[in-house]
């Protein structure tokens, strides 16, 4: 089984292949949102690197939301346009889950917040169970959502148990996390707090093994927002 | 070395610059094969215009859609194509967005050539899919809701820019009359159906001139002297005539349409004069060219309505000679929402 995955979801763009349990590249950069340029090329430069035929790609994942509108569609389309012209799935992986399964085996509560403005977070909380056999399987406890960064830290106090954080909205949040946390808490450090492309390969091969692959014509971006005229829409204009 | 580009040749067109998604496949740069196009026009009809993150989310659920029905009306599959054309500018950056990574993407995966085509020189090209002994040199007039120029069309793919709006394009003005007199999104096609039942010569609306650039439009005056005037309809409590504005409105945009494009296409020795964007529609601007054009011994051409709104057809024919003219786009094609008529950005020879 061979997968690519993709994420341009937020301030990193980022590729990868993961074929039969090993990740066999992974390009990533977390510096500037200029993914519509970028992210194709980088693509392409790891085809080269691996010699990799598209042909023989089973599936493609792609971190399928929330995020930055633009890069979740810059991403999407560009899975689409594999789907379409290699006749092969989609597998959504929702932003959250791939965040969160940058930090497999962990214990505790795992808490992926991207920083979703206007003093919310992107966020979901998340848990790693024994499967049975010989791994984890990512156990979701709260769905993610755009969520106030004080109601996050209240359901986080509510369930008493240790939690680690990562992704961009930590920063964002924690001032507030220091104050009003009142559970143990770690930071993920550096290679592991950011969106990677490998992460959803990764779980987009379980998924993908799972069945939970869909035509490339039926993906679409999961916004967890409306657009601005639509939450607007009632108040200020008469249809 | 690149293959030489065959005459014959199959080209995709991708077009999500606004409020449609479209494709189109299209043959030797002339003939349509297919020519499929997504309107969202009835959800931004719930706004009173277009808005730009919705039509970007229309997009993005429709596109594979209407470019797999693009080639399955052609009957082509993708491995037939020669060349892979997108809108990359002007136009919403996130919409273009959506078109611009599908079509790289396609591209990337099937090692077909790609190249980025100019929203409005696409417009300017849709002449020439019902007129197959049209070639350059010739002058067009492209009216839109984003878009007022007269564009001389040196040869394929070799523009210059006569005159352009100072402020509003023709079709803005169009969609905001249309609002203030009750008619609603879109103005254009609205106007032209209540203007049938008005008196163009009711109401004396002034034809915008700009000082120093003969050739140039300004609508701003006329759109604030249509809002005066139903601004003194109702201080004076008195009903006005929604057909008698529509007409006498859209009289005076016509008027200065066809006067600056027949007056420079003389200076100039124009032999041919095309009309292209969502106005080049309008039943009142067509009849009116058609004549001017006639009394001056100038053709006159103009495409279809399906041609003049937004479609994939006039990307493919664009790209098609861009393609010829032996340009090429890269995998790091961006959109580019300012790209001005004649500008190259990211793609190159």
Known sequence: ?239 | MEQAWKEDALVLGIESSCDETAASVVRGGREVLSNVIYSQIDLHTLYGGVVPEIASRKHIEKINQVIRKALDEAGISLRELDGIAVTYGPGLVGALLVGVAEAKSIAFATGIPLVGVHHIEGHISANYIEHPDLEPPFMCLVASGGHSHLVMVRDYGEYEIIARTRDDAAGEAFDKVARAIGLGYPGGPKIDKAAREGDPNAIDFPRGKVEGSPYDFSFSGLKSAVLNYLNGCRMKGEDFSRPDVAASFQRAVVDVLTEHSLSAAKDLGVKTLAIAGGVASNSALRASMQTACEEAGIRFVYPSPVYCTDNGAMIGVAGYYDFRNGYRAGYDLNAVPGLRIGEKQGVSR
């Open chain 1, 1 to 239: 089984m061979k997968i690519i995955g993709i994420d341009s979801s937020g301030l990193v763009a980022s590729v990868a292949l993961a074929a039969d349990g090993v990740l066999l590249g992974e390009f990533t950069t977390n510096n500037k949102k200029t993914h519509s340029q970028t992210l194709l090329p980088m693509l392409d430069r790891m085809r080269q690197d691996l010699d990799l035929d598209l042909k023989t790609v089973d599936a493609i994942a792609i971190a399928s939301g929330p995020g930055s509108f633009t890069g979740l569609r810059i991403g999407s389309a560009t899975a689409k346009g594999l789907g379409l012209a290699l006749d092969r799935p989609i597998v959504e992986v929702p932003t959250l889950e791939g965040l969160a399964w940058n930090l497999w085996g962990a214990d505790g509560l795992i808490c992926p917040m991207m920083d979703a403005r206007r003093e919310q977070v992107y966020t979901g909380i998340y848990e790693f169970c024994p499967d049975g056999g010989e791994g984890f399987t990512l156990h979701v406890v709260a769905q993610q959502e755009a969520i106030a960064v004080t109601d996050l830290i209240a359901k986080l106090n509510g369930m008493g148990r240790k939690v680690i954080f990562l992704g961009d909205g930590v920063p964002v949040c924690l001032d507030r996390i220091r104050e009003e946390l009142k559970v143990p808490y770690a930071l993920a450090p550096e290679h592991l707090s950011r969106q990677r492309a490998g992460s959803i390969a990764s779980l987009g091969c379980r998924y993908f093994a799972m069945g939970r692959a869909i035509s490339s014509d039926a993906h679409a971006p999961e916004y967890l927002r409306k657009s601005q005229a639509e939450r607007e829409r009632p108040h200020s204009y008469e249809v």
